[in-house]
């Protein structure tokens, strides 16, 4: 299934030592991207822990092919179409926004805050849809492609919150560094905000991303009992804390809703899937 999470121990490797090769600095340069705030090369090259030089190198390969564009005048970077081409690609096979915006537009007309889509990827959260409500807050992760390290913001706690133990210890130990950029968040702080997520049900963050502001979310459970995505309600502290009971209510019937609508669209997908091999191999039999 497309969009579904790598193991946080798959990834320790790629997060926490030099990339070795061509392919795997790329790589960083166009995650990197992703994220709205990024677009200087200084940006990039200390986003992704590599000298300008190297950054240079390969955003200029990466122009060549177009999966990466440069503004003349202001000389910032931003990700090109080709990238276009090969999300689409990609989303055809499983595309979960569909299934989840009818829950995203009933928490923002219910509760008139902004409410965030986000998915794992590794050890970071990455933000894939978003609904403004009317009493919107600024704050950078809001932007849809923009990532955050497990842990960092509502949406974010409750997807390492539910990782199996030993996944979630890893991705701490990974994300550590990262926090530096944080200076109110430890990893001893985020294993605690976890247990106390898993224990009531939702995960709660305020007043440590950004000062009076915060959010709350429920995770949407795979069949597996993963994580597969998050939906958060971000907003000023004190209209969650005034009405906290009432937003992890309806995070968690709106999460089970897509829970089952996910499962549906898994179990569809791999019955095509099947289909699709099964005509192929009797064509080669003919």
Not at 14 to 20: G, H, K, L, N, Q
Not at 53 to 72: I, N, P, S
């Given at each position: 299934?497309?969009?579904?999470?790598?193991?946080?121990?798959?990834?320790?490797?790629?997060?926490?030592?030099?990339?070795?090769?061509?392919?795997?600095?790329?790589?960083?340069?166009?995650?990197?991207?992703?994220?709205?705030?990024?677009?200087?090369?200084?940006?990039?090259?200390?986003?992704?822990?590599?000298?300008?030089?190297?950054?240079?190198?390969?955003?200029?390969?990466?122009?060549?092919?177009?999966?990466?564009?440069?503004?003349?005048?202001?000389?910032?970077?931003?990700?090109?179409?080709?990238?276009?081409?090969?999300?689409?690609?990609?989303?055809?096979?499983?595309?979960?926004?569909?299934?989840?915006?009818?829950?995203?537009?009933?928490?923002t007309g219910r509760f008139e805050d902004s409410v965030i889509l986000s998915i794992p990827s590794g050890v970071e959260s990455l933000c894939v849809d978003v609904e403004e409500g009317r009493f919107p807050i600024r704050a950078n992760y809001l932007s849809v492609g923009s990532r955050r390290p497990l842990g960092v913001g509502a949406g974010s706690l409750a997807l390492l919150a539910w990782m199996p133990e030993a996944e979630r210890k890893a991705a701490l130990a990974v994300i550590a560094p990262q926090l530096k950029r944080h200076p109110r968040i430890t990893p001893k702080l985020l294993e605690a905000h976890a247990r106390e997520a898993r224990e009531r049900g939702h995960a709660v963050l305020l007043d440590v991303v950004v000062e009076r502001m915060g959010g709350i979310a429920v995770p949407i459970l795979g069949a597996d009992g993963r994580p597969v995505a998050a939906i958060s309600i971000a907003a000023l502290s004190d209209r969650i804390t005034s009405r906290e009971a009432e937003l992890a209510q309806a995070l968690k019937r709106e999460c089970a809703t897509c829970e089952v609508l996910w499962s549906g669209a898994a179990h569809h997908g791999a019955l095509a899937t099947r289909s699709t091999q099964t005509g192929g191999r009797r064509a080669r039999m003919h």
């Open positions: 299934m497309a969009l579904r999470p790598r193991a946080a121990s798959s990834v320790l490797a790629d997060s926490a030592t030099e990339p070795t090769s061509s392919v795997e600095r790329a790589c960083r340069i166009l995650r990197a991207l992703s994220d709205p705030g990024i677009a200087r090369l200084t940006d990039i090259a200390a986003a992704t822990g590599l000298d300008k030089t190297t950054v240079l190198r390969l955003l200029e390969v990466l122009m060549r092919d177009g999966f990466v564009v440069r503004d003349a005048a202001s000389k910032h970077y931003r990700l090109g179409a080709e990238l276009l081409v090969l999300g689409a690609a990609a989303l055809a096979r499983f595309d979960p926004r569909p299934l989840v915006r009818p829950s995203l537009l009933r928490l």
